[in-house]
T-cell receptor, first 113, second 114 residues
């Protein structure tokens, strides 16, 4: 089955700096890669996703890049703000997969004021 | 309002006492799933359901049961809870069981088994 590794497990940045979280996946059939943000005590919420026919996707301060050859994808947050502090999870799945998402272990991002 | 609901939100119980955590969605989603979240391990899938009366095991199904008698409901049953099932549980749903649909999560149920 699919295995998703996520790094780093914790990340601290100064407000206004950029943050990058990286994930690698094992199954070359995976073609859908969402990122979820989970604030303390809350449910995971989708923030951005990318499909394998696209190399990069951007939504305001958030972007995701995908390298299918190397089987890794990354979340980029620019101009970080204190409200970006949360746990971020990457995930992978492939079309037709009944099991759907396999999640990474999460990254605790702290944005220091 | 489109949503996934879970009940109860918090539960403290004792070893061996059967319990059920309910999950309901009002979005007519075909796919529903249960995850448990433990520190450092991310979200691990327990069971999933592709549609009514169609369920299957995820990564960590031992000690759990599910049923899908109606499209909107997907209860999680712990027949004989043990302390290692202390965890945060999330129900999720998505429109289609195609592996490409956004998943919507419920608010979570924090379970403690003593």
């Amino acid at each position: 089955g699919e295995n998703v590794e996520q790094h780093p497990s914790t990340l601290s940045v100064q407000e206004g700096d950029s943050a990058v979280i990286k994930c690698t996946y094992s199954d070359s059939a995976s073609n859908y890669f969402p990122w979820y943000k989970q604030e303390l005590g809350k449910r995971p919420q989708l923030i951005i996703d990318i499909r394998s026919n696209v190399g990069e996707k951007k939504d305001q301060r958030i972007a995701v890049t995908l390298n299918k050859t190397a089987k890794h994808f990354s979340l980029h947050i620019t101009e970080t703000q204190p409200e970006d502090s949360a746990v971020y999870f990457c995930a992978a799945s492939y079309s037709g997969s009944a099991r759907q998402l396999t999640f990474g272990s999460g990254t605790q991002l702290t944005v220091l004021p | 309002e489109a949503q996934v609901t879970q009940n109860p939100r918090y539960l403290i119980t004792v070893t061996g006492k059967k319990l059920t955590v309910t999950c309901s969605q009002n979005m007519n989603h075909e796919y529903m799933s249960w995850y448990r979240q433990d520190p450092g391990l991310g979200l691990r899938q327990i069971y999933y359901s592709m549609n009514v009366e169609v369920t299957d095991k995820g990564d960590v199904p031992e000690g759990y049961k599910v049923s899908r008698k109606e499209k909107r409901n997907f209860p999680l049953i712990l027949e004989s809870p043990s302390p290692n099932q202390t965890s945060l549980y999330f129900c999720a749903s998505s429109l289609a069981p195609d592996g490409l649909s956004r998943q919507y999560f419920g608010p979570g149920t924090r379970l403690t088994v003593t």
